[in-house]
Structure formats: C-alpha cells, structure tokens
T-cell receptor
Framework: AQSVAQPEDQVNVAEGNPLTVKCTYS??????LFWYVQYPNRGLQFLLK??????LVKGSYGFEAEFNKSQTSFHLKKPSALVSDSALYFC????????????FGRGTSLIVHP | NAGVTQTPKFQVLKTGQSMTLQCAQD?????MSWYRQDPGMGLRLIHY???????DQGEVPNGYNVSRSTTEDFPLRLLSAAPSQTSVYFC??????????????FGPGTRLTVT
C-alpha cells in the first residue's frame, strides 16, 4: 500500500532564507510524487511532480524538489522564501498501476516571517 | 475552461438531514475523487471514480454515496448528516494514465457544518 509522511506540522523561516519542507514515502515499485499548495480558503494547486528522469524537478513559483530513492524522500525546497509563500503544503504519492488515486500527507504549514 | 467547479461553497445542515454536494469538470477527465479535509488529518479519500458508471470506496466512505452517470459530473450525497461530517470537501479530477498529465485538478471546496 502507498503512504506518505510529512514529519513537520509547521515550518518557520525568515524571508530571504532557504526553505525545506520534508516528505517521505512508501510504495511498491517506482513512485509518482507530487507537491501541492493550498492558500487559505482555497483548493489545492499543483506545484510540481516527479515521474521519471532527473532527480531534481523544478516547479511553479521558484520551488523545486529532489527525489532521493535510497532515502525514499521528496523534499520541497526554495532558495529564498517570500512572505507570500506562507501556505499549507501537501506531498502526495501514487503507485503506477493500481487505482491511480494518490495518497496525500497530512500537510505542513509554512510560515515565512518578514 | 472552468476546470473543476463545486456547489455550494458553504452549507449548514441539521443532524439527520440529507444533501448532495455537486462537482463538475469540463476537461474530459476520466478520474474523479472526493476528499474531506479536517485539521491535522490532511486529505482523506471518500470515494473515487475511474470513469462513467464506475465508482469505488476510499478511506472514509461511511455515510456518503456517489454515482457517476456522466464523465463531467460526480455528486457526493450525504444520506443522514452527522456532526462528524463537519468538514471541508474537495472534488478533484485527473486524466486517465498514458496521457502524460498525472496531477489532479481540485475544485474550490465546500465548507459543510452539521449542527
């Protein structure tokens, strides 16, 4: 069965500093991995995905994520945080085959302080 | 394209009442899902559909029914509302595998309160 863990409920970072939001996963076989962002009172928006190929994937708003198969991780990163990046971030995993429906983590609240 | 639309945006029900949350998409996606979002619980899958006429249960299906008579629509029915169903409900859609587009597209959500 597929599962994903986001070990931090909240991440605090100062504006201009680099940020990392952690995600680890468990699947049978090669994973499809996703990051979504949710701003207050809004639906989830897709940020980036890893399907195959280069382990470093780049997405919207300057975010990137690194797929690490040996550590079963897919951490979200940004070199310089903005106050406007403050939001709830969800990691999701999907096993190729099966129901094709992803499993989401519990979410990490990112707070960027001015 | 409007994407994924949900109605209503807000709803208050009394315990025991029934209602239907509407979800529609205009992207011709085969896959549609319903999630509920509760504080500290993330997104939990209620029901999903892999095409018209095909539905299946997710992680938390009790108290909810779905049907998929068309590709575009995927309504969620609350049979007899309970306070434990107070939540924010999201509908999502995605194309079938093999299209190269793997992510889900989410609606804006319905905030439901059951008193």
């Amino acid at each position: 069965a597929q599962s994903v863990a986001q070990p931090e409920d909240q991440v605090n970072v100062a504006e201009g500093n680099p940020l990392t939001v952690k995600c680890t996963y468990s699947v049978s076989g090669n994973p499809y991995l996703f990051w979504y962002v949710q701003y207050p009172n809004r639906g989830l928006q897709f940020l980036l995905k890893y399907i195959t190929g280069d382990n470093l994937v780049k997405g919207s708003y300057g975010f990137e994520a690194e797929f690490n198969k040996s550590q079963t991780s897919f951490h979200l990163k940004k070199p310089s945080a903005l106050v406007s990046d403050s939001a709830l971030y969800f990691c999701a995993v999907r096993e190729p085959g099966g129901s094709y429906i992803p499993t989401f983590g519990r979410g990490t609240s990112l707070i960027v302080h001015p | 394209n409007a994407g994924v639309t949900q109605t209503p945006k807000f709803q208050v029900l009394k315990t025991g009442q029934s209602m239907t949350l509407q979800c529609a998409q205009d992207m011709n996606h085969e896959y549609m899902s319903w999630y509920r979002q509760d504080p500290g619980m993330g997104l939990r899958l209620i029901h999903y559909s892999v095409g018209a006429g095909i539905t299946d249960q997710g992680e938390v299906p009790n108290g909810y029914n779905v049907s998929r008579s068309t590709t575009e629509d995927f309504p969620l029915r609350l049979l007899s509302a309970a306070p434990s169903q107070t939540s924010v409900y999201f509908c999502a859609s995605s194309p079938e595998p093999g299209t190269g587009d793997y992510e889900q597209y989410f609606g804006p959500g319905t905030r439901l309160t059951v008193t």
